[in-house]
């Protein structure tokens, strides 16, 4: 038996081995493999092996010491587990021999993780699961899970949005008090709260949307005067059905947005608020933020103002429709227009010319890219996919909201603080690039400072028609940066403007209701509630949450109808190229898929200045906008990826007659 002193002795050392041993913080980054890596916070990157990447979970917080393992090779040993933030997953239940597991579906979680008996919801066998962790496996890289919902199984109808949602921590359901509160909403409310706001229910505004859509936030009103018109944009008002601090609107800041999922929308506000209360239905009186503003004969914009007010929608129309009496193709519809919409429908549109014209010339439009529309089954699953065409229609609402949008942000950039979307242009990071990539293929813009707004705008501009052998427009357009919110002005470079928000679209967009309030705070002293800098980054995290989670569901839908396909040729153009090979995006439909180049003959370098591959020996180019003939050839089940396959001219199939 140890005495006193050495009793002493050990514990004096195991001290000095804790002081003297350097821990390092950091983040735990998975890979597709068994190991991994801790971002250390001073910027380096630890490696993981196999043994140690058991004892954590991806975006866990820890503590690790670095040990060398050859001559300048070291490995991370995990010392401590700060902070596991990775509250719940999803995954898929494994009954093997005895145990039972769950197989996560959440990327970068490459083991199965055992559920105690007291823990399985009575899960069966392929099931799929919503879980947490209910041991976290630090101790002995032996974790263990706890199911908190089962959700179905493969094949149950609408089992992909119910993943989805799960996946990304989404909520389906509103809250008891969100419930409570739509509940004592009626129309009586909306009169009271009419009192005292302007009366322009005599207007002839109108709502112009797809026939589908319930959630109508614009209505819109044009008169001719001697400068050009008199454009009036009514944006519904939820800020005044809503208290700043009221459980629908935190609901509301939670969800951050309105998320369009394919069939089944996830909406940002309850249906009474969204679709019924603050919907601009027509013969119904809503309450309204008005714009009013002076559009100039020249596309200029002139005076502007701010109303609340109370409108009665004269009608609700299609934007097939209203395309239709723009192109003069009348029908029954049209001719049953009462004179005043109709004449401001042909107001609108010339405003709406005049203002395209002036974006064209001094600011920058986005090309008119092909949209398709998905059609579902009852097994909330695609059965077609349709083109989807935008009309003049279509671009006459969205100068209209662009005209307010920079109304709006003009009035914030005068005020304290208010909320703005900026926009940096090009990527900071790949500034060598495209400088190689200009002096090469487009030299006589080389002197373009395209890290300023106006220089920006002008590469923009002078690259969209140019006659080169590269598509030079394009492949500046897949390296820019990514607009962000922020609460002081600064360009909007994507749209060529000095700055930029949005208010137009509060029922769907938490971003645009607090705008609102901003607003309404500024001209009429109502109460609000300012965000501070870190809810603005919690917002901007959710949006882009939502963001991934309705191209994860689309994707997923589209994987699935890829396989009935076929294997005819298909015609496509390239989208996207990486050094692996290239994304090919199909005419008829849009889906997009992968070519391979280990399905090349040949191998081919990859050149990050002109985004082309380059085949080694004979030259041959595949690049951005390059027209190609492909063909189905699977779909890469984990991460739901449709693969093509090139098919060369001598391979397409001779039909008689051609």
């Not at 400088?435 to 080389?446: D, K, M, S, T, V």
Request: glycine share 6%; proline share 5%; aromatic share 6%.
């Amino acid at each position: 038996m140890l005495n006193a002193d050495a009793l002493n002795q050990l514990r004096q050392l195991k001290s000095d081995i804790e002081e003297s041993k350097v821990v390092s913080p950091g983040t735990v980054k998975a890979t597709n493999g068994r190991f991994g890596f801790v971002a250390l916070d001073e910027g380096r990157d630890v490696f993981l092996p196999p043994e140690e990447m058991q004892k954590v979970l991806p975006g866990d917080r820890v503590n690790v010491i670095e040990q060398e393992v050859d001559k300048g090779k070291t490995q991370g040993v995990v010392d401590e587990l700060i902070e596991s933030r990775l509250s719940t997953f999803v995954g898929r239940y494994l009954v093997k021999g005895k145990g039972h597991f769950v197989v996560p579906e959440t990327p970068g979680i490459n083991r199965w993780i055992f559920i105690p008996p007291k823990e399985r919801m009575n899960a069966q066998p392929d099931d799929y699961l919503y879980c947490c962790i209910h041991k976290h496996p630090i101790h002995d890289g032996k974790g263990q899970a706890k199911v908190l919902r089962v959700i179905g199984k493969a094949g149950d109808a609408g089992i992909e949005r119910a993943l989805t949602l799960a996946t990304f921590d989404l909520a389906d359901a509103w809250p008891a008090s969100v419930v409570q509160q739509a509940e004592n909403l009626d129309e009586a409310a909306i009169e009271a709260l009419a009192a005292g706001r302007e009366d322009r229910t005599d207007r002839a505004y109108v709502t112009i949307d797809s026939p589908a859509t319930q959630d109508m936030d614009d209505a819109l009103l044009a008169e001719p005067n001697a400068t050009g018109w008199a454009l009036s944009i009514a944006i519904a008002d939820p800020s005044a059905v809503i208290g700043p601090e009221s459980a629908a609107e935190q609901e509301a800041f939670n969800r951050a947005t309105a998320i369009y999922f394919p069939g089944d929308p996830l909406p940002m506000l309850p249906d009474t608020i969204s679709t019924r209360l603050c919907s601009l239905m027509p013969e119904v009186k809503r309450l309204v933020l008005v714009c009013d503003l002076q559009v100039n004969n020249d596309g200029t914009l002139g005076d502007y103002s701010f109303h609340q007010a109370v409108i009665s929608s004269r009608a609700k129309l299609s934007y097939d429709l209203v395309s239709n009496l723009i192109e003069g193709r009348g029908d029954e519809d049209i001719k049953a227009l009462p004179d005043a919409v109709a004449n401001s429908l042909d107001q609108l549109h010339q405003a709406a010319t005049a203002l395209r014209k002036w974006r064209n010339e001094h600011a920058l439009l986005s090309g008119d890219r092909p949209e398709f529309r998905l059609r579902l089954d009852e097994n909330r699953r695609i059965r077609s996919i349709e083109p989807s065409v935008q009309n003049e229609a279509h671009r006459l609402v969205e100068e209209c909201m662009v005209a307010a949008n920079r109304c709006a942000a003009d009035f914030l950039a005068k005020q304290p603080s208010g909320l703005f979307i900026q926009h940096p242009g090009l990527r900071d990071d790949r500034a060598d690039n495209i400088r190689a990539l200009i002096e090469g293929y487009a030299p006589h813009l080389a002197d373009i400072d395209a890290t300023k707004p106006e220089g920006f705008k002008a590469l923009m501009k002078q690259t969209t028609d140019l006659d080169a052998e590269l598509p030079v427009k394009a492949v500046l357009s897949r390296q820019l940066a990514r607009a962000e919110l922020a609460f002081t002005a600064a360009p909007h470079q994507g749209m060529g403007l000095n700055a930029y928000t949005t208010f137009t679209s509060p029922l769907r967009k938490y971003s645009d209701l607090y705008v609102h309030r901003v607003i309404k705070a500024a001209l009429w002293d109502t109460p609000m509630k300012a965000l501070s800098s870190d809810q603005l980054s919690a917002l901007q995290s959710t949006q882009f949450k939502a963001r991934q989670a309705a191209n994860s569901l689309e994707t997923w839908l589209k994987s699935d109808f890829a396989k009935t396909l076929g294997e005819e040729p298909m015609d496509g153009v390239i989208s996207r190229t990486i050094p692996a090979g290239f994304f090919v995006r199909l005419e008829a439909n849009g889906l997009e898929g992968f070519v391979s180049c280990k399905d090349l003959n040949g191998k081919y370098s990859f050149d990050p200045v002109t985004l082309r591959l380059v085949h080694n020996k004979n030259g041959r180019i595949f690049q951005l906008n390059q027209a190609v003939k492909v063909s189905f050839s699977g779909v890469e089940e984990e991460r739901r990826q449709i693969n093509f396959k090139l098919v060369e001219a001598e391979e397409i199939p001779v039909t008689a007659g051609s």
